[in-house]
C-alpha cells in the first residue's frame, strides 16, 4: 500500500505546481525569468519592425 500512498502525494503535488498553488521561485529564480522574458520579448518586437 505504501505504493500507492507516494504515487497519490507525487500526483497531489505535481497538480498543484501545474495549477500554482506551491511555486517554489526565490527571488533569483524570478529575476532570472524576467531577464529571459525581456530578451524574447526584445527578440519578437525587433522581428516585428523588419516585417512591417
Known amino acids: ?3 500507492i500512498e507516494s504515487l497519490l502525494d507525487y500526483s497531489c503535488m505535481v497538480e498543484k505546481q501545474l ?3 506551491e511555486l517554489s521561485m526565490n527571488a533569483n529564480d524570478v529575476q532570472k525569468l524576467e531577464t529571459k522574458l ?3 520579448l526584445k527578440g519578437v518586437k525587433s522581428l516585428r519592425v ?3
Request: charged fraction near 35%; hydrophobic fraction near 15%.
Open 1 to 3: 500500500m505504501g505504493g
Open 19 to 21: 495549477l500554482g498553488d
Open 38 to 40: 525581456e530578451k524574447s
Open 50 to 52: 523588419s516585417c512591417e
